[in-house]
């Protein structure tokens, strides 16, 4: 059964550093998004990307972050300077038609 | 540790009884909602989905419930086995999105023998 991807498992970057996450969705599918959870709470939706460019965003994705689609496969998610508060699981999701299937989860640790 | 955070409500179910875990849901013009299960340290796993013109959908041991009227959103799951212990999560999606997802904060779910 296809399965959403996603590397590095863990990433442990200091306060300031740029971070790339990086998710191989479904190949067939034609939606992508990234969630973030943090330790205890709930899934939150970060962006969703569609047709090469952002269909939606919550206010949690500010300027720090962008994603891209930079070949056919992957899908990434970057944060150009981390804060301490980015430390989360980032989950990557894609879909074709509603129902969202997701990765495994990057967890990130900002020190 | 893992402990951290908010403290997720917990049902404690014993083996072969059955589970009914509730979600009350925000939006009165959410139109799609799915049940997530998410074990220790995983992406949340599709259960089951139901669209908004339906109050009941039936899968395999599973079966979800919505009403529309009071919001409220339910996942049975019958004969629970060990292997559903996990955190489930209720998410919804409004008509005018095709992907934003709005998560609950979970039911932790602890299975006993």
């Known amino acids: 059964e296809p399965e959403v991807t996603q590397t590095p498992s863990h990433q442990v970057t200091q306060m300031g550093q740029e971070v790339i996450l990086r998710c191989v969705p479904i190949s067939n599918h034609l939606y992508f998004y990234w969630y973030r959870q943090i330790l205890g709470q709930k899934v939150e939706f970060l962006v969703s990307f569609y047709n090469n460019e952002i269909s939606e965003k919550s206010e949690i994705f500010d300027d720090q972050f962008s994603v891209e689609r930079p070949d056919g496969s992957n899908f990434t998610l970057k944060i150009r300077s981390t804060k301490l508060e980015d430390s989360a699981m980032y989950f990557c999701?894609?879909?074709?038609?509603?129902?969202?299937?997701f990765g495994p989860g990057t967890r990130l640790l900002v020190l | 540790g893992e402990s951290v955070g908010l403290h997720l409500p917990t049902l404690s179910v014993q083996e072969g009884d059955n589970s009914i875990i509730n979600c009350a849901y925000s939006?009165?013009?959410?139109?799609?909602f799915i049940w997530y299960k998410q074990e220790s340290g995983k992406g949340p796993q599709f259960i089951i989905d139901?669209?908004?013109?339906?109050d009941k959908r039936q899968g395999q041991r599973v079966t979800v419930l919505l009403n529309k009227t009071v919001k409220h959103l339910s996942l049975q799951i019958a004969a629970t086995q060990p292997g559903d212990s996990a955190v489930y999560f209720c998410a919804e999606k409004g008509a005018d999105s095709w992907g934003k997802f709005q998560f609950g904060a979970g039911t932790q779910v602890v299975v006993t023998p």
């Open positions: 939006n009165s013009a959410s139109d799609y």
């Open positions: 139901i669209r908004s013109n339906m």
């Open positions: 999701a894609s879909n074709r038609e509603e129902t969202q299937y």
